[in-house]
């Protein structure tokens, strides 16, 4: 079993839907979590930083974080053809120094 | 603007060439990282520097090799490239370790490496 599971996709959605993108783990040990945004033939850009449970709401993506459940969340609302890229999410143990991805879900916002 | 820079953007090599790559950053943090990305898959971390401490993962391959000759730049030096190792190579950097807020790592564009 992989350390984080994240459906691969594609995803794709009209312009304006709301999207949700999943991550499950299953290391009790990560604190940190992250969502990276990542273009064709890009680097990967952080988008939302998170470390403990809740939402945290940046414009219109809102990270959610289950500890209880293992699970994280990134929503994004009025979702744009700009948006459409590879969704990344990455998490480290308290003290860590190594991200562990998931696989990304490709995302694809149509008009 | 404080960045994370990488050449090439792409480089081509032939099977057994040695290649190096370059990273460059301008945020003065003290961690570099190369990651292996290929195509539809996670990054993999292969090593990092914590200044001038290289620390490498258990499972790279020795043909992976690093220099960090000063805070601003990393090279990745590739012995003897194989059809395998196709894929995008990324710097990251982060002011420290850890995973906390200040911790956080910042990605390069990467460079897409073709072996032929």
């Known amino acids: 079993q992989k350390e984080v599971e994240q459906d691969p996709g594609p995803l794709s959605v009209p312009e304006g839907a709301i999207v949700s993108l999943n991550c499950t783990y299953s290391n009790s040990a990560f604190q940190y979590f992250m969502w990276y945004r990542q273009y064709s033939r890009k680097g990967p850009e952080l988008l939302m930083y998170?470390?403990?449970?809740g939402n945290k709401e940046d414009g219109r993506f809102t990270a959610q974080v289950d500890k209880s459940s293992k699970y994280i969340s990134l929503f994004i609302r009025d979702s744009q053809p700009s948006d459409s890229a590879t969704y990344l999410c990455?998490?480290?143990?308290?003290?860590?120094?190594?991200?562990?991805f998931g696989t990304g879900t490709q995302l694809k916002v149509e008009l | 603007d404080a960045m994370v820079i990488q050449n090439p953007r792409y480089q081509v090599t032939q099977f057994g060439k040695p290649v190096t790559l370059s990273c460059s950053q301008t945020?003065?943090?003290?961690?570099m990282y190369w990651y292996q990305q290929k195509s539809s898959q996670a990054p993999k971390l292969l090593f990092h520097y914590y200044d001038k401490d290289f620390n490498n993962e258990a499972d790279t391959p020795d043909n992976f090799q690093s220099r960090r000759p000063n805070t601003s730049f990393c090279f990745l030096d590739i012995r003897s490239p194989g059809l395998g190792d196709a894929a995008m190579y990324l710097c990251?950097?982060?002011?420290?370790?850890?995973?906390?807020?200040?911790?956080?790592?910042?990605f390069g564009p990467g460079t897409r490496l073709t072996v032929l």
């Open positions: 945020l003065n943090h003290n961690v």
């Open positions: 990455a998490m480290i143990t308290g003290g860590g120094n190594k991200l562990t």
């Open positions: 990251a950097t982060s002011g420290s370790i850890g995973g906390g807020p200040g911790d956080t790592q910042y």
């Open positions: 998170t470390y403990s449970s």
